[in-house]
C-alpha cells in the first residue's frame, strides 16, 4: 500500500532558527520516487526535490537539504537559518513504479516563520 | 514559474451543474496529471492524461472526465456537481508518464454552493 505521513500538522519557528520537516512512507516496490513541494499562500505547488529509492546519498541545496534513510523508509527535509519566506505548507509524496506518474501525497505540514 | 498555466483561476458553480477545466502544459512535455486538492489536505490523484489517452486513475466517479488534445494541453470535466467538488483543482505537466518530476499550474479553485 501506498502511504505517505507526515506527522507534524504545523510547526511555528522564529527566524533563522534551524527546522526539520517529517516525512515517513509506506510502499511495497522497490522502485520508487519521493518528492517534496512546497505550496505558499498563492496555492501553486513548487517542485523542491525529486530522489529514487536507489540513491540515499543526502542533498543540499542553499539553506535546504535532505536526509533519505531506507532502513526507516524515512525522507526528512530540514530548512536551515529559516526566512520569512518560508512560510508554507509544504507536501511530501511518493511515486511508485507499478502506478507511473501517480503522486501519493502526505496531509502536508504548516510551517510558519515569524520574524 | 512552471510554464503550466490553468483558468478559470476561480469559478463558481451550482450543485447539479457541470464544469470545465483548462491546462495548458510546460513546453515539451507530453503528459498532464490532474488532482483534487480539498481544503487543508493533500492532493489527490484524479487521472493523468499521456499521448491523449487516459493512462491511470485514481479514485474518483466517471463524473470526471478529461481530454487530452494533439498539443498536450487538457481539460477537466465534472458533471452533475456536488458540494464535496468544491475544492482546489491542480493541473501538473511532465516530460513523460513514468515517475517524472510534475511541474504544477496555480490551480482552479471551484466552490459548489
Known amino acids: 500500500a501506498q502511504k505517505v505521513t507526515q506527522a507534524q500538522t504545523e510547526i511555528s519557528v522564529v527566524e533563522k532558527e534551524d527546522v526539520t520537516l517529517d516525512c515517513v512512507y509506506e510502499?511495497?516496490?522497490?522502485?520508487?520516487?519521493l518528492f517534496w513541494y512546497k505550496q505558499p499562500p498563492s496555492g501553486e505547488l513548487v517542485f523542491l526535490i525529486r530522489r529514487n529509492s536507489f540513491d540515499e546519498q543526502n542533498e543540499i541545496s542553499g539553506r535546504y537539504s535532505w536526509n533519505f534513510q531506507k532502513s526507516t523508509s524515512s525522507f526528512n527535509f530540514t530548512i536551515t537559518a529559516s526566512q520569512v519566506v518560508d512560510s508554507a505548507v509544504y507536501f511530501c509524496?511518493?511515486?511508485?513504479?507499478?502506478?507511473?506518474?501517480?503522486?501519493?501525497f502526505g496531509a502536508g505540514t504548516i510551517l510558519r516563520v515569524k520574524s | 514559474e512552471t510554464g503550466v498555466t490553468q483558468s478559470p483561476t476561480h469559478l463558481i458553480k451550482t450543485r447539479g451543474q457541470q464544469v470545465t477545466l483548462r491546462c495548458s502544459s510546460q513546453?515539451?512535455?507530453?503528459?498532464v496529471s490532474w488532482y483534487q486538492q480539498a481544503l487543508g489536505q493533500g492532493p489527490q490523484f484524479i487521472f493523468q492524461?499521456?499521448?491523449?489517452?487516459?493512462?491511470g486513475r485514481g479514485n474518483f466517479p466517471p463524473r470526471f472526465s478529461g481530454l487530452q488534445f494533439p498539443n498536450y494541453s487538457s481539460e477537466l470535466n465534472v458533471n452533475a456537481l456536488e458540494l464535496d467538488d468544491s475544492a482546489l483543482y491542480l493541473c501538473a505537466s511532465s516530460l513523460g508518464p513514468n515517475q517524472e518530476t510534475q511541474y504544477f499550474g496555480p490551480g482552479t479553485r471551484l466552490l459548489v454552493l
Open positions: 509524496a511518493l511515486s511508485e513504479r507499478e502506478y507511473g506518474n501517480k503522486l501519493v
Open positions: 513546453s515539451g512535455h507530453n503528459t
Open positions: 492524461y499521456y499521448r491523449e489517452e487516459e493512462n
Open positions: 510502499t511495497r516496490d522497490t522502485t520508487y520516487y
